[in-house]
């Protein structure tokens, strides 16, 4: 079992050597302490015992079990005896670039953006594989693990590939043939482009249905549809995760951070942030990041 590529500040955990993903094979024996990290977390349960332990819930791990996280959500494991874990990490950054079009695409779509936060998950999506998804599930990030030393400009469309091919297998298995083959309405994506390229902007329900031709109550539908959430509360779980990142990546002050992602008013900055994340801000930064 070979160390990570990641760094270590505290209780933040992050990539470094321009590592865009990796796989490794890991045992945590009696515990490991309560984190958080600047990138995607996939935990596939291998062998062993022990409990996750995060905001949405504590959970005794079995084989089989899987454990996606996305970007800033704190956990940690609890009563381990030789819990064996195989962990896939992948940058945001990939999410953004070589692998924007997952957004479109129904079932990468729903494991990666709609389930984390569906039921009040979080951002911690916990799944469950059969013997014959977790073998394949397994083949794809030995693929992956193999590439750790070998240099990645040479190697790039193969780590792309390998993770592609993982998170493929796992979406199948989380979606369980409930998810829609359909196409991602067009309106949503532009309402989801929209947002995310202006989180400062004080948007409204109605706002956003003129700016792209629609009845609010029909983007409410069709967005909701897609991505299990209305278009405000989306924007809400955006302007969080954009608040954590800066919280861990910057020493802006923290009502620069809550105007920043569209919060000017610091008692609403302060409310919504730790309806997500179960912590203050400035509880937050001062727990994941250097004094």
């Known amino acids: 079992m070979e160390e990570p590529p ?23 024996e009696g515990g490991h302490p309560v984190h958080t990290h600047s990138f995607f977390e996939v935990v596939v349960v291998l062998g ?12 005794e791990l079995q084989v089989g079990d899987v454990l996606l996280l996305r970007p800033g959500v704190w956990h940690g494991y609890e009563d381990c005896d030789r819990l064996e874990i195989y962990n896939c990490c992948f940058s945001a950054d990939l999410l953004r ?44 990030l030995d693929g992956l693990q193999d590439l750790r030393h070998r240099p990645a400009n040479l190697h790039h469309g193969d780590i792309i590939g390998w993770l592609s091919l993982f998170l493929s297998r796992l ?23 929209l947002m995310e390229a202006r989180p400062a902007y004080q948007w ?5 249905a003129l700016e792209l031709h629609l009845a609010p109550g029909y983007l409410v539908r069709i967005f909701k549809a897609a991505t299990g959430l209305p278009p405000m ?26 105007e920043s992602v569209g919060w000017p008013d610091q008692n609403h900055f302060a409310r919504r942030f730790k309806s997500h994340y179960g912590l203050s801000a400035t509880n937050y930064r001062s727990r994941f990041t250097r004094a």
């Open 48 to 59: 062993g015992r022990g409990a996750h332990n995060c905001l949405a819930a504590r959970q």
């Open 6 to 28: 990641v760094d270590i500040r505290r209780t933040l955990v992050h990539l470094v050597d321009g590592s865009l993903a990796f796989a490794g094979r890991y045992v945590h």
């Open 171 to 193: 979406a199948r298995a989380a979606g369980d043939g409930r998810v829609s083959t359909g196409q991602l309405h067009p309106a949503v994506l532009d309402a989801l482009q």
């Open 233 to 258: 509360a989306y924007l809400s779980r955006f302007r969080a995760e954009l608040a954590a990142d800066r919280l861990l990546h910057t020493d802006e002050p923290i009502n620069r951070i809550g």
């Open 97 to 140: 670039r070589e692998l924007a079009w997952t957004r479109e695409d129904p079932l990468l779509g729903h494991l990666l953006w709609t389930l984390p936060y569906t039921a009040e998950r979080r951002g911690v999506l916990a799944t469950r594989l059969d013997p014959d998804a977790l073998a394949e599930c397994v083949g794809h």
């Open 204 to 208: 409204t329900l109605t706002e956003l």
